[in-house]
């Protein structure tokens, strides 16, 4: 994917990644500016029947396609512990769907169903605001005053964000709108979730400072080594009036979810460091059945991942 053309584009784009570096103390070469620990899984998507009503993407039309999964901390910084209540979640879960070769598609999402703003000026507002407060200085400080002005972000932050016993056992969403077609002329609008088959289960204050700093990596190395780790992945449909453009909205509980598929995770990818540091995912589907909707984070998030990408190939190797 080339990088955008627009200048206006690419210098937002350019800041947010700056903006991350600066909330980062700083480049960690080699590594995300934001969920740098992460940890590569390889497995298997099965579409569902159901899928193929409102979908002729490619991956649905097959029996199964390979996957690699990113699962990830939410901070640029790599050394975070698992268990830090602020800067460790939402956590990131990335699949790209393996169509051929040098041919794929991808879904990222987090652990969180909402986004705290609906442009990237607005979230490099937000990043801004962040680097500019001083916790020890007056009160309101840069980012109260930010969130005081702006409802969308102060209720992102707001929302619980328990630190999970597993990836295994969390549930994550990519937060923007797609358009679904199947046939000539027949679309839908909808939002994926991605739904841990064993379910949900999080731990409380107690249980997740007794946890050490690497639990939830060692613990995902340790389970799909004994057992297969699966998701579904269902898609919430759009009803008419409901807005597809804007990520700080959610649309009501009692919209169709109908579902994608399962995928099913083998085993840890050989030379997962090394791996993490080379694969850029996009969150634009490229692929017929399957586009972006009108989010305007769309482009700005898939040139930030790239802009990202290349300066992490450049780095020396992990």
Same mark, same amino acid.
């Given at each position: 994917m080339p990088l955008t053309t627009d200048e206006k584009l690419l210098a937002i784009s350019h800041d947010v990644v700056e903006g991350f570096d600066k909330a980062n103390r700083g480049v960690h070469p080699g590594f995300r500016p934001a969920h740098a620990k992460g940890i590569l899984l390889t497995g298997i998507f099965t579409p569902s029947d159901e899928a $193929?009503? %409102?979908?002729?993407?490619?991956?649905?039309?097959?029996?199964?396609?390979?996957?690699?999964?990113? !699962?990830?901390? %939410?901070?640029?910084i790599p050394t975070i512990a698992d268990n830090d209540p602020q800067n460790a979640s939402p956590r990131g879960c990335a699949i790209r769907f393996h169509l051929g070769e040098h041919s794929?598609?991808?879904?990222?999402?987090?652990?969180?169903?909402?986004?705290?703003?609906? /442009?990237?000026?607005?979230?490099?507002? !937000?990043?801004?605001?962040?680097?500019? /407060?001083?916790?020890?200085?007056?009160?309101?400080?840069?980012i109260e005053q930010y969130l005081g002005a702006h409802p969308a972000a102060l209720a992102f932050v707001q929302i619980p964000k328990p630190i999970p016993t597993s990836f295994a056992k969390e549930s994550f969403f990519a937060v923007s709108a797609f358009k679904f077609t199947k046939g000539a002329g027949v679309s839908r609008y909808g939002r994926y979730r991605i739904l841990p088959v064993a379910g949900n289960e999080y731990l409380g204050e107690a249980g997740a400072s007794a946890k050490t700093p690497n639990f939830l990596f060692d613990e995902i190395k340790q389970r799909i080594a004994k057992e297969l780790v699966k998701f579904r992945i269902v898609v919430q449909l759009a009803e008419e009036g409901d807005p597809v453009d804007d990520a700080t909205v959610r649309w009501p509980e009692d919209r169709p979810q109908? /579902? %994608?598929?399962?995928?099913?995770?083998? $085993?840890?990818?050989?030379?997962?460091?090394?791996?993490?540091?080379?694969?850029?995912?996009?969150?634009?589907?490229?692929?017929?059945?399957?586009?972006?909707?009108?989010?305007?984070?769309?482009?700005?998030?898939?040139?930030?991942?790239?802009?990202?990408?290349?300066?992490?190939?450049?780095?020396?190797?992990?």
């Amino acid at each position: 994917m080339p990088l955008t053309t627009d200048e206006k584009l690419l210098a937002i784009s350019h800041d947010v990644v700056e903006g991350f570096d600066k909330a980062n103390r700083g480049v960690h070469p080699g590594f995300r500016p934001a969920h740098a620990k992460g940890i590569l899984l390889t497995g298997i998507f099965t579409p569902s029947d159901e899928a $193929a009503s %409102f979908t002729n993407a490619p991956h649905i039309q097959r029996g199964s396609t390979p996957i690699t999964v990113r !699962f990830s901390d %939410f901070a640029g910084i790599p050394t975070i512990a698992d268990n830090d209540p602020q800067n460790a979640s939402p956590r990131g879960c990335a699949i790209r769907f393996h169509l051929g070769e040098h041919s794929h598609t991808d879904i990222v999402a987090h652990s969180v169903d909402t986004f705290p703003t609906r /442009t990237a000026e607005g979230f490099l507002d !937000f990043l801004n605001a962040l680097i500019a /407060t001083d916790p020890a200085g007056p009160h309101p400080n840069a980012i109260e005053q930010y969130l005081g002005a702006h409802p969308a972000a102060l209720a992102f932050v707001q929302i619980p964000k328990p630190i999970p016993t597993s990836f295994a056992k969390e549930s994550f969403f990519a937060v923007s709108a797609f358009k679904f077609t199947k046939g000539a002329g027949v679309s839908r609008y909808g939002r994926y979730r991605i739904l841990p088959v064993a379910g949900n289960e999080y731990l409380g204050e107690a249980g997740a400072s007794a946890k050490t700093p690497n639990f939830l990596f060692d613990e995902i190395k340790q389970r799909i080594a004994k057992e297969l780790v699966k998701f579904r992945i269902v898609v919430q449909l759009a009803e008419e009036g409901d807005p597809v453009d804007d990520a700080t909205v959610r649309w009501p509980e009692d919209r169709p979810q109908l /579902t %994608f598929g399962e995928i099913s995770l083998t $085993a840890v990818v050989p030379n997962s460091d090394s791996e993490q540091q080379q694969i850029i995912f996009d969150p634009i589907p490229r692929v017929d059945g399957i586009e972006a909707s009108a989010d305007p984070l769309f482009e700005p998030r898939a040139n930030v991942y790239l802009i990202a990408g290349r300066r992490r190939r450049s780095a020396g190797k992990r």
